[in-house]
């Protein structure tokens, strides 16, 4: 199967267009990690000299990893329900596009600004450690591999968090039910990358690597499984038969 | 393959299921190129289903089709999307986009070469070059139905199927709808009508079919009311006459009659042309004072109502 890219980009940019023309789209993907990070930089801020000793053997920056599981769920989630729901995805399916194209087009569409969301949040955090915590904290928390696993891991997991979102839209009718489930969904990678925070799951080269080729694994087939789920019939008529 | 001797469509017994209930049933029909075939039924009668069949959008349950040659299988699906083009009932329009940029997207999406061209030719056809950069969400129903008619348009399809195009328009939008059905016929574009217009279906179709779950009839409107009613002709005198059956009984031609009031004959007639110089003379020959000899004539929307009064006596006897 041959993709046609203008068709991809065609998708990419009427989703870009809409989500420009209506704010409280990417107001509300900041809200979630904005409230996320607002606990560990209190916690950093507050923090004394005293606290460096603890924090040096912490992955605290690792914590922040669950922002990119998080952003892009409400965006993933809504993007084949909600043109279900308004009306605008029958005609999409009745132009060669394919399901592969289409899918590709909404999954880049959730991770430009997902991605760039996840990006700023977490430069704000390290900007606000820097500047504002005791030097001792700051140089215990800031550190170069995590900074490196952060941008790393950042589109992965966005990526598989778009997928899990795109299928959860593709079986549901109804978009609150889609978003809830969605967040639901995100929810066990939140709780690993907490998990390797806290050094429960060892912070370590090959945990790294596993971690980072499994999600290659899972979002090269995050996007087969959801155009496998994307049924032209059932999403027309409600039910398959 | 695509088997070039093909009409537009062909459909044969053709049939979708949901559960236990027919959408649609055992429906064949034919429709040649550069047709504008009408498809009419009542609400619940599978018209939509057979359209999203034909569109690939659902999977049918039994029977085969053809649609620009191409047999309707999954396979064939992105080949026979790019030679059609369906306009659903409801405009389906990005409603925070220009129409503008809808039209980009869909041609975009159909891959339409000289794309800019193309958008300026379909806008011109449905007269909304004035409203480009105006926001869908902005226009009344009238003028969404139009931009989904241009959008339609883009891809310069083989067959352009039409599902209820003129639903909730007020008289002069649907009129302007019709006038670019008659352009695209004129062009030799097949165009697959779906309607509940049955005034519409008679003015633009070549041929229409009647849909209740199964095909009813198939035809040229003319064709289905001489098919369906007897030619009638309706008689009118000042006075009653005094021996109507003497009167019509001796007319050649003339297979029935009734009274319908005091001075008003209802002749049931093979050829309406040819029996009324008969009954004509007959009248005269009475001393009968004539006021008027018509031919009545049955309207699509009597053939309509007889076949699907039918199928309502036989589904509640």
């Not at chain 1, 998708?11 to 607002?38: S, W």
């Not at chain 1, 950042?154 to 997928?163: G, Q, S, V």
């Not at chain 2, 029909?29 to 018209?47: C, M, R, S, T, W």
């Not at chain 2, 309707?72 to 790019?82: A, D, S, W």
Request: charge should be neutral; hydrophobic fraction near 45%.
């Amino acid at each position: 199967m041959k993709l046609s890219w203008r068709r991809v980009r065609a998708v990419l940019v009427k989703e870009l267009r809409e989500y420009r023309r209506n704010g409280a789209i990417i107001a509300a993907m900041t809200i979630i990690p904005v409230v996320f990070v607002i606990q560990p930089t209190i916690a950093i801020l507050t923090a004394t000299s005293a606290a460096s000793g603890i924090l040096v053997h912490a992955n605290l920056l690792l914590y922040m990893l669950a922002v990119p599981a998080l952003v892009p769920a409400t965006l993933a989630s809504y993007s084949v329900v909600g043109e279900r729901q308004q009306g605008t995805l029958e005609p999409v399916l009745t132009t060669p596009t394919r399901r592969e194209e289409f899918l590709l087009g909404k999954a880049l569409a959730a991770f430009l600004p997902a991605v760039a969301i996840s990006y700023i949040v977490f430069v704000l955090f390290v900007a606000v450690v820097e500047v504002f915590a005791h030097p001792g904290i700051a140089a215990a928390v800031i550190r170069g591999p995590e900074l490196a696993a952060q941008l790393v891991f950042t589109p992965l997991l966005t990526a598989w968090a778009i997928w899990v979102g795109i299928a959860v839209s593709t079986r549901t009718n109804d978009v609150r039910t889609a978003q809830q489930l969605a967040t639901l969904a995100s929810l066990p990678t939140v709780a690993i990358t907490s998990l390797i925070a806290y050094k429960v799951i060892p912070a370590n080269t090959a945990v790294a690597v596993g971690l980072g080729a499994g999600l290659l694994v899972l979002d090269r087939l995050g996007w087969r499984i959801t155009s496998a789920a994307f049924d032209r019939e059932r999403l027309v008529i409600g039910t398959k038969q | 393959m695509s088997d070039p001797s093909a009409g537009a469509l062909s459909v044969s017994h053709l049939s979708k299921r949901f559960g236990d209930r027919f959408a649609f049933e055992d429906v064949s029909f034919e429709v040649g190129y550069g047709e504008v075939f009408g498809f009419l039924g009542p609400n619940g009668a599978g018209k939509t289903t057979t359209v999203r069949t034909l569109g690939t959008l659902i999977a049918p349950t039994s029977g085969t089709a053809t649609v620009t040659g191409l047999p309707l299988t999954p396979e064939n699906g992105v080949e026979i999307r790019r030679r059609i083009s369906v306009m659903p009932e409801a405009p389906g329009l990005y409603l925070k986009l220009s129409v503008m940029e809808n039209l980009r997207c869909f041609a975009d999406l159909y891959e339409v070469p000289h794309a800019r061209e193309r958008i300026d030719d379909a806008l011109r056809a449905v007269n909304l070059t004035d409203r480009t950069n105006d926001a869908c969400g902005g226009l009344s129903k009238g003028l969404r139905q139009r931009v989904a008619l241009a959008r339609a348009l883009l891809p310069d399809p083989q067959v352009l199927f039409l599902d209820e195009p003129t639903s909730g328009l007020d008289p002069a939008a649907a009129r302007d709808v019709h006038e670019l059905i008659d352009g695209l016929r004129q062009r030799g574009v097949t165009v697959f009508l779906t309607t509940h217009r049955l005034e519409e279906a008679e003015r633009l179709c070549d041929r229409v079919a009647i849909l209740n779950t199964t095909l009813r009839t198939i035809g040229r409107p003319d064709e289905l009311r001489d098919r369906l009613f007897h030619q009638t002709l309706t008689v009118r005198t000042v006075a009653p006459i005094a021996t109507p059956e003497r009167v019509f009984g001796a007319i050649p031609g003339l297979d029935s009659w009734r009274a319908d009031g005091s001075a008003t004959y209802i002749l049931s007639v093979s050829d309406a042309v040819a029996a009324a110089p008969a009954v004509t003379r007959a009248l005269v020959a009475a001393d009968a004072d004539v006021l008027s000899i018509a031919e009545t004539r049955h309207s699509l929307e009597d053939v309509y109502l007889q076949l699907v009064n039918d199928d309502e006596s036989v589904k509640t006897p």
